[in-house]
């Protein structure tokens, strides 16, 4: 039962530009959500958080939107760098910390 | 400082043969996390630590896997008689048992890639 879901297997942005990365999910029950980051052959880096209590976070060019009421999440980032390139998940939980729901990821290339 | 350890980073394992994926967490993170990486898809929880607690197993996929955590540091993934579904990365992952995330993820490690032929 896939709770988390990234309906974009792959994006391509040019260097300067906004890239817009999706997320649904169906557990209305979730109260955290993450974004981490992952390069060939390393593990998830995290990116950033945001609670259910807020609907925006922003951390430098990484900015995350939540929706609650249409259980979707975005994550901005602007402008988009080269070393942006890499695969991102998206991931929630609730109650049971660390215990996070991934979705499948989205691939991220950016070009000059 | 250090970050997650995990070894070996490759294991190629005939169908049948038990093995064994060592992670040491980042010093002073009492909780640990075991996760599976499939090709293609998101990582998907195994199981947790609390010190040498193990509090959730509820992800493990059969009763061949094992995992345990003696003193609370160290954790080792076991896997009996492996098939070919066990074919994957294995993530360990260590935070603070806080709440608040913004200061506390999970940090993983580069993972164990697992083929077993």
């Known amino acids: 039962d896939q709770q988390v879901k990234q309906n974009s297997p792959s994006l391509s942005v040019q260097e300067g530009r906004i890239s817009i990365l999706n997320c649904d999910y169906t557990?209305?029950?979730?109260?955290?959500f993450l974004w981490y980051k992952k390069y060939p052959a390393e593990g998830p880096t995290f990116l950033i958080s945001?609670?259910?209590?807020?609907d925006k976070n922003e951390d430098g060019r990484f900015t995350v939107f939540l929706n609650k009421s249409a259980k979707h999440l975005s994550l901005h980032i602007v402008p988009s760098q080269p070393g942006d390139s890499a695969v991102y998940f998206c991931?929630?939980?609730?109650?049971?910390?660390?215990?996070?729901?991934f979705g499948a990821g989205t691939q991220v290339v950016v070009t000059p | 400082g250090a970050g997650v350890s995990q070894s070996p980073r490759y294991k190629v394992a005939k169908r049948g043969q038990d093995v064994a994926l060592r992670c040491d967490p980042i010093?002073?993170?009492?909780?640990l996390f075991w996760y599976q990486q499939a090709l293609g898809q998101g990582p998907e929880f195994l199981t947790y630590f609390q010190n040498e607690a193990q509090l959730d197993k509820s992800g493990l996929p059969s009763d061949r896997f094992f995992a345990e955590r003696p003193e609370g540091s160290v954790s080792t993934l076991k896997i009996q008689r492996t098939q070919q579904e066990d074919s994957a990365v294995y993530l360990c992952a260590s935070s603070s048992p806080v709440k608040d995330i913004s200061s506390s993820p999970l940090h993983f490690g580069n993972g164990t890639r697992l083929t077993v032929t």
């Open positions: 557990n209305s029950m979730f109260d955290y």
């Open positions: 991931a929630a939980s609730y109650g049971s910390w660390g215990k996070f729901q």
């Open positions: 010093s002073g993170h009492v909780s």
């Open positions: 945001i609670s259910s209590i807020k």
